[in-house]
T-cell receptor
Framework: AQSVAQPEDQVNVAEGNPLTVKCTYS??????LFWYVQYPNRGLQFLLK??????LVKGSYGFEAEFNKSQTSFHLKKPSALVSDSALYFC??????????FGKGTRLHILP | DTGVSQNPRHKITKRGQNVTFRCDPI?????LYWYRQTLGQGPEFLTY????????KSRLLSDRFSAERPKGSFSTLEIQRTEQGDSAMYLC????????????FGPGTRLLVL
């Protein structure tokens, strides 16, 4: 069965520092991987995805993610964090039936 | 606004009452998905439609839950005889089978069952 794991419930980063939010996946076949962000009392906003091609994927708001097949990881990164990046981040994988399977989420706190 | 819309945004009801939520997908999208998100968890799949056909239902979707998409456009999710455990955020998403693989989400309907 397809699954994703986000090992950190919370990540704290000082503003201006680089950030990483970790995600590992377990899939059969080629993975379709996604990152979404959720602000308080809001729905999910799409950030970026990996389907095929370059292992480094660039997305919205300066975020990027690196697909690593050997480590089955898809970590979300940003070179310089902003306070406005504080939110709940979900890693997700699309299964063979086209539904999305989400991780539990990682709460990102950017400290001013 | 051409995104996914959901109504109402919030619903408070008493246990045992019926509630109905509506989702309007992005207009050119032919697939529509419902998810449920409880506090501290990621969204969990409930069901999805391709055009008007309901193609898959999760085991989470008990007999008290029913979803429709009668004309292949908007969808409704009804919960009968609500229970306190139904309190959650109900999210709708849409995409197009022939387009990119990205599901776009609405703002959600937050349900509180008292």
């Amino acid at each position: 069965a397809q699954s994703v794991a986000q090992p950190e419930d919370q990540v704290n980063v000082a503003e201006g520092n680089p950030l990483t939010v970790k995600c590992t996946y377990s899939v059969s076949g080629n993975p379709y991987l996604f990152w979404y962000v959720q602000y308080p009392n809001r729905g999910l906003q799409f950030l970026l995805k990996y389907i095929t091609g370059d292992n480094l994927v660039k997305g919205s708001y300066g975020f990027e993610a690196e697909f690593n097949k050997s480590q089955t990881s898809f970590h979300l990164k940003k070179p310089s964090a902003l306070v406005s990046d504080s939110a709940l981040y979900f890693c997700a994988v699309r299964d063979i039936y086209d539904k999305i399977i989400f991780g539990k989420g990682t709460r990102l706190h950017i400290l001013p | 606004d051409t995104g996914v819309s959901q109504n109402p945004r919030h619903k408070i009801t008493k246990r045992g009452q019926n509630v109905t939520f509506r989702c309007d997908p992005i207009s050119e999208h032919n697939r529509l998905y419902w998810y449920r998100q409880t506090l501290g968890q990621g969204p969990e799949f409930l069901t999805y439609f391709q055009n008007e056909a309901q193609l898959e239902k999760s085991r989470l979707l008990s007999d008290r839950f029913s979803a429709e998409r009668p004309k292949g456009s908007f969808s409704t999710l009804e919960i009968q005889r609500t229970e306190q455990g139904d309190s959650a955020m109900y999210l709708c998403a849409s995409d197009h089978i022939a387009a990119d693989e990205t599901q776009y989400f609405g703002p959600g309907t937050r349900l509180l069952v008292l």
